[in-house]
T-cell receptor
Framework: AQSVAQPEDQVNVAEGNPLTVKCTYS??????LFWYVQYPNRGLQFLLK????DNLVKGSYGFEAEFNKSQTSFHLKKPSALVSDSALYFC???????????WGAGTKLIIKP | GAGVSQSPSNKVTEKGKDVELRCDPI?????LYWYRQSLGQGLEFLIY????????KSGLPSDRFSAERTGGSVSTLTIQRTQQEDSAVYLC???????????????FGDGTRLSIL
């Protein structure tokens, strides 16, 4: 069965430190990969996507993600965390032959001053 | 506005009542999705509309749930005879065509927070 795993329910990082939010997937073929962020009482906002090409993709708010095909991972990263980055982050994957996104369970990111 | 609009933003109702939730997608977006999100949890897919094609209703949890999309634009999600377990945030998203595995992201509204007393 196709699935997306975000192994950490919560990640705590000190402001100014680098952050990583992990995502691995089990989807056939060469899927499209997405990251979304959700702030309290808001809908999800698109951050970035991987379609093809360079394994490192850059997105909004200084975030980037690294695609690793052999490890079937798509970890979200940021070199220097801000308190305002505190939010819920979702990884999602789409099989290229399907319209449906397969969602991870989300990771709560807490950035401490 | 340019974004996905959902109304109402909050809805409190008594168990057994019917509720209607509205979604106004981004103009020109042919794909529309409804999701349910329990407090602080992940997304549960409910239903998908693509243009004039028959909707994918495979995620609807029971026959008390239904949705329609009129004129390829506004969508209404209806829950009949509401139960307490229906309490959640209902999110709507739209995108340009998602057929054949399109790479376009989904754009979300801020959701309707439904509370069943």
């Amino acid at each position: 069965a196709q699935s997306v795993a975000q192994p950490e329910d919560q990640v705590n990082v000190a402001e100014g430190n680098p952050l990583t939010v992990k995502c691995t997937y089990s989807v056939s073929g060469n899927p499209y990969l997405f990251w979304y962020v959700q702030y309290p009482n808001r809908g999800l906002q698109f951050l970035l996507k991987y379609i093809t090409g360079d394994n490192l993709v850059k997105g909004s708010y200084g975030f980037e993600a690294e695609f690793n095909k052999s490890q079937t991972s798509f970890h979200l990263k940021k070199p220097s965390a801000l308190v305002s980055d505190s939010a819920l982050y979702f990884c999602a994957v789409r099989d290229r032959s399907n319209y449906q996104l397969i969602w991870g369970a989300g990771t709560k990111l807490i950035i401490k001053p | 506005g340019a974004g996905v609009s959902q109304s109402p933003s909050n809805k409190v109702t008594e168990k057994g009542k019917d509720v209607e939730l509205r979604c106004d997608p981004i103009s020109g977006h042919t794909a529309l999705y409804w999701y349910r999100q329990s407090l602080g949890q992940g997304l549960e897919f409910l239903i998908y509309f693509q243009g004039n094609s028959a909707p994918d209703k495979s995620g609807l949890p029971s026959d008390r749930f239904s949705a329609e999309r009129t004129g390829g634009s506004v969508s209404t999600l209806t829950i009949q005879r509401t139960q307490q377990e229906d309490s959640a945030v209902y999110l709507c998203a739209s995108s340009t065509s998602a057929q054949y595995g399109g790479d376009q992201p989904q754009h979300f509204g801020d959701g309707t927070r439904l509370s069943i007393l």
